[in-house]
């Protein structure tokens, strides 16, 4: 088990084989990222591929090495674990392939949705094996009833095995998050909650609750497509609650997904969901 990688005719294989379902400790995605780097210097590497054991591809960071860990420093060494693999692949000398479909085809809610919408929206083609074993490929204009169907439908309706999007002109964005005491700051879920109705399309927010060294904690995540002031400006009712970390900051974009500890490739995750119209707050 841990991750283990092979190279055969210039292709690396990296494994990740930490089962249920592939969370990486804080040691784990320093060790992808000091791996992924050295592959990529290596001259006989051409490519490398990510892929994992088991039940899912990664799950992100390893919540029970929080919850086990007195005070912050798990939090903080994922954020920075994650950020070091992130890097490595953003930076590395060789392509790296890992899976994104899943993303893509479920929806997809990123750090630009309230601007720029689901992910799925700006799909453009896609190449389907059919359950017959059938390879189409998929467009507004050829199969348009599946393109449909695809895009926010999932995987049901055979294997993606490529797909095109349009991209969006976006250089740089303020992100990252900020992390409360529900215990020492109980009105952060209602003040967040207000605050979500203020902002413009240009403000991407969630907020995440989970117990870490026993104690309950919210954790607020912000994209926000503009400058670091106007962000300043928006943010200063949130920051005014004192937050107990505070991990905003003006980034490329392509560093983006480095910000809320987000796994290397899409997650494998049990999802239940309930739309609501009110709160009580």
Known sequence: ??????????????????????????????????????????????????????????????????????????LLGANRGCFAAFAAVYECEVPV???????????????????????????????????????????????????????????????????????????????GGLMFDLGETPDVVSTWLHWTATMPSEMTSALTTMEVSKRHMAYVQIAYLGSAAEADELVAPLRALKPAYDGLQEIPYRRSITKNGTPVAPSAVAVCSSAVTSAPY
């Open 97 to 175: 392939v890992a899976a994104v479909h899943g993303y893509c085809l479920g929806g997809g809610i990123g750090l630009m949705a309230r601007r720029y919408g689901f992910a799925a929206d700006h799909v453009t083609r896609l190449e389907l094996v059919t359950v017959d074993g059938s390879l189409l490929t998929v467009s507004e204009h050829e199969e348009p009833d599946l393109f449909w169907a695809l895009r926010g439908g999932g995987g049901s309706f055979g294997i993606v095995t490529a797909l095109e999007m349009a991209l969006m002109p976006v250089a740089r964005l303020v992100g």
């Open 1 to 74: 088990m841990g991750i283990t990688h092979a190279i055969t005719d210039g292709v690396a294989e990296v494994v990740m084989d930490n089962p249920p379902v592939n969370a990486l400790t804080v040691a784990g995605w320093f060790e992808l990222a000091e791996l992924v780097t050295r592959l990529g210097h290596d001259g006989t590497v051409r490519v490398v591929v990510l892929r994992a054991e088991g039940r899912g591809f990664n799950a992100g960071v390893d919540i029970k090495e929080m919850q086990a860990t007195e005070g912050f420093d798990a």
